[in-house]
Nanobody
Framework: QVQLVESGGGLVQPGGSLRLSCAASGSIFTINAMGWYRQAPGKERELVAA???????NYADSVKGRFTISRDNAKNTVYLQMNGLKPEDTAVYYC???????????????WGQGTQVTVSS
């Protein structure tokens, strides 16, 4: 009924840039928050950036100043602009959204399928 589809991952050289997109679709009443997480092999999934319904943003210290999260409410889409990429940014990046479906009262957590970002020379 609701799905998140990510795009924009790929292979990039250190210092390069990528822009990730995540579009939510389905029986959506409202999206309270959207964000990006990442997980490297053998590591826990960590929050990269998030944007709330109030427009406030939150970034991991490791990406602050390099990454920018933004949204297009009309398209139910969130973006992550990644500049100055480093090898340690290599991970699978997952879109996350807190969504209230139509005809429902409670919010639910949704995850995208993930998109691979590899930073290597």
């Amino acid at each position: 009924q609701v799905q998140l589809v990510e795009s924009g991952g790929g292979l990039v050289q250190p210092g390069g840039s990528l822009r990730l997109s995540c579009a939510a679709s389905g029986s959506i009443f409202t999206i309270n928050a959207m964000g990006w997480y990442r997980q490297a092999p053998g590591k826990e999934r960590e929050l990269v950036a998030a944007i709330t319904s109030g427009g406030s943003t939150n970034y991991a210290d490791s990406v602050k100043g390099r990454f920018t999260i933004s949204r297009d409410n009309a398209k139910n889409t969130v973006y992550l602009q990644m500049n100055g990429l480093k090898p340690e940014d290599t991970a699978v990046y997952y879109c996350n959204a807190v969504i209230v479906r139509k005809c429902e009262w409670r919010s639910e957590n949704y995850w995208g399928q993930g998109t691979q970002v590899t930073v290597s020379s």
